[in-house]
Every structure is written in structure tokens, then in C-alpha cells.
């Protein structure tokens, strides 16, 4: 089948940047989706991209899409502890919404 | 408007005890599916619904049925529970099976003994 992978885990520096991978495999995904989840609740979007584009910016959200190398990351700037949380990277194409397992970001003060 | 709403939260059952988890969207989404989620995995799709009287099975869907009488209720049945099912639930609803947002529910914990 199909998959989407991420790393597990990422620890930051309160005020640094954070910089999330995801990679996959499905050629035809069209849409492509960075969600949050924080403890004990369920995933917020934060932001989506269309496999047509190669950025995407919301704030202190970067999105950067490489669909050539099937590689989509998510940048964070001025990260707070507020953002510590599990993000998860989704895309959706000709098949049902895929996520990857999640990695979970840890900001510290 | 609520949202996603699911029941309950926390569930313990017996291996071979059957329960329904209840999920419900005030949305008017068409779209509505169930995933679970184990540690160090993404979600998987379990069931979902592209409208009333529609369902089809996802990635995992043994062990489980769900109906679709309504647009706002989609409820997942766990016919004989086994400790393989311990895993978080999520329901979510979307206007369209892709290319739109999916609003989650707060999900429910379950655990099989």
C-alpha cells in the first residue's frame, strides 16, 4: 500500500525553528495536510497544500512541497511551548486520507 | 455548533464483550469515517460512510460494522471485543471524501482486557 512516513520525534529550543519531514509515496496525491494534536484531544488542520503549488505560507507556517522527491515539510518559526504536540502529515489522492504515525515536538524553555 | 461529538471517552471491556462507540456531527457532512490510532502509527482508516445509507470498509475494518441511517450519526460496533483492539478512536466528518478538511472528534480510549 501506500505510506507516508515521519520521523518520531523532534526537541526544540523555545524561540528556534522547527522543521518537520514527511515523505510519500502515492504519485497521485493531490492534496496534502499537516495536523496537530495535542494531549488527550483529537487532530486540528493546521494548514493543506495543493500538489500544485511548492509553498505555502500561514503566519509562522511554512509549508514546502517537493513533489518530484515526494517530500513535504512543515516550518514552525519562533517555535513556543505552546506548539509541543504530535503533527501529523496526511495526503489524499486517488485513495482514502493517509497519515504518517506522527512526530511528536518537544519545546523546550 | 458542536462539531465532532463522540461516547464515550473511556471505555474498559472483556475480551468478547461487544459495545458501540456513538460519534455525531451537526455539520450536514456527507462524509464521515472512523479511524483508530496505536502508538508509533498513523491513523487508520477503519469504515466510512459517503452519505446516508452508504458505508464501505477501510483499511482495517475486521472486527467492526458501523451504519449510516442519518447524515449526523455513524456509529462503529465492536462485535467481540479483543485485547488487538485496544487503540484510541477517532471519528471525523468532512463535506467531501477528499480534498477537504476532516474535523475530528476528542475520540474514545478503549481498552479490551
Known amino acids: 500500500g501506500e505510506d507516508v512516513e515521519q520521523s518520531l520525534f523532534l526537541s526544540v529550543r523555545e524561540g528556534d525553528s522547527s522543521v518537520i519531514n514527511c515523505t510519500y509515496t502515492?504519485?497521485?496525491?493531490?492534496?496534502l495536510y499537516w495536523y496537530k494534536q495535542e494531549p488527550g484531544a483529537g487532530l486540528q488542520l493546521l494548514t493543506y497544500i495543493f500538489s500544485n503549488m511548492d509553498m505555502k505560507q500561514d503566519q509562522r507556517l511554512t509549508v514546502l512541497l517537493n513533489k518530484k522527491d515526494k517530500h513535504l515539510s512543515l516550518r514552525i518559526a519562533d517555535t513556543q511551548t505552546g506548539d509541543s504536540a504530535i503533527y501529523f502529515c496526511a495526503e489524499t489522492g486517488n485513495n482514502d486520507m493517509r497519515f504518517g504515525a506522527g512526530t511528536r515536538l518537544t519545546v523546550k524553555p | 455548533n458542536a462539531g465532532v461529538t463522540q461516547t464515550p471517552k473511556f471505555q474498559v471491556l472483556k475480551t468478547g464483550q461487544s459495545m458501540t462507540l456513538q460519534c455525531a456531527q451537526d455539520?450536514?457532512?456527507?462524509?464521515m469515517s472512523w479511524y483508530r490510532q496505536d502508538p508509533g502509527m498513523g491513523l487508520r482508516l477503519i469504515h466510512y460512510s459517503v452519505g446516508a445509507g452508504i458505508t464501505d470498509q477501510g483499511e482495517v475494518p475486521n472486527g467492526y460494522n458501523v451504519s449510516r441511517s442519518t447524515t449526523e450519526d455513524f456509529p462503529l460496533r465492536l462485535l467481540s471485543a479483543a485485547p488487538s483492539q485496544t487503540s484510541v478512536y477517532f471519528c471525523?466528518?468532512?463535506?467531501?471524501?477528499?480534498?477537504?478538511?476532516?474535523?475530528f472528534g476528542p475520540g474514545t480510549r478503549l481498552t479490551v482486557t
Open positions: 502515492d504519485s497521485s496525491s493531490t492534496y
Open positions: 455539520m450536514n457532512h456527507e462524509y
Open positions: 471525523a466528518s468532512s463535506y467531501s471524501q477528499r480534498g477537504y478538511e476532516q474535523y
